[in-house]
């Protein structure tokens, strides 16, 4: 799996740029847990960041030298970049309750 990027953005609605959410998903090579964890993130972005967000996704076996900046210990990883703080969920994202807290798009209970 190359590194790849999915852009997605529009205007809010006052006509400015709506903030635009950066994640990055680590993941090792096209393994059936990596193909989806992109797949369960495209899903969650589409309903909860319409035209908003952009995903990285970065291949560690074509790539290793990009895991240490974001301190990548397991794979699938998430990072959110933008906006800040930085947050990484781990796992498959198969858990839409728990990806959405833990990107911060939904409060804990």
Wanted: hydrophobic content about 35%; some cysteine.
């Amino acid at each position: 799996m190359k590194t790849k990027s999915v852009r997605r953005r529009s205007s809010g609605s006052n006509g400015r740029p709506a903030k635009l959410w950066q994640l990055r998903l680590y993941v090792a090579g096209q393994t059936p847990r990596s193909v989806t964890a992109f797949g369960n993130l495209k899903k969650i972005c589409e309903n909860h960041l319409k035209d908003r967000y952009r995903i990285e996704v970065i291949d560690l076996l074509e790539q290793p030298h990009l895991s240490k900046g974001d301190q990548i210990l397991a794979i699938p990883t998430l990072v959110r970049k933008l906006p800040p703080p930085v947050r990484k969920t781990i796992g498959d994202l198969s858990d839409t309750e728990c990806v959405l807290v833990g990107l911060d798009l939904r409060a804990t209970n």
